[in-house]
């Protein structure tokens, strides 16, 4: 069974920075694509960024030259790197993956920024 856990979720000031993870399990990381989705309070989800399989990365506009996905396929694991972060980054933070025609979703971790 493929699961996917988020950690690293945690109260920060603005400007701060924390790191969330993605471990998964029941299947190998290695040449998957993974994508990281947050929720802000009140608002729709949104893509933040995607990190594929042969290590190409693309972020939303907002978060670019803040943020950095990486992943460690030897330990199953994907990270994003929040960097100066900003109020209107607070929300749960998901990540997901499709194999075939279904997806995978993490129980998402929560991020909150005080101004």
């Known amino acids: 069974q493929v699961q996917l856990v988020e950690s690293g979720g945690a109260s920060v000031p603005a400007s701060g920075s924390l790191r969330l993870s993605c471990t998964v399990s029941?299947?190998?990381?290695?040449?998957?694509?993974v994508y990281w989705h947050r929720q802000p309070p009140g608002r729709n989800q949104e893509w933040v960024a995607t990190?594929?399989?042969?290590?190409?990365?693309h972020y939303r506009d907002s978060v670019k030259d803040r943020f950095t996905a990486s992943r460690e396929d030897t330990q199953n694991m994907v990270f994003l790197q929040l960097n100066k972060v900003k109020p209107e980054d607070s929300g749960v933070y998901y990540c997901?993956?499709?194999?075939?025609?279904?997806?995978?979703w993490g129980h998402g971790t929560q991020v909150t920024v005080s101004a």
């Open positions: 990190i594929t399989g042969s290590g190409l990365i």
């Open positions: 029941g299947t190998s990381l290695r040449g998957n694509t």
């Open positions: 997901q993956m499709i194999l075939g025609i279904r997806a995978y």
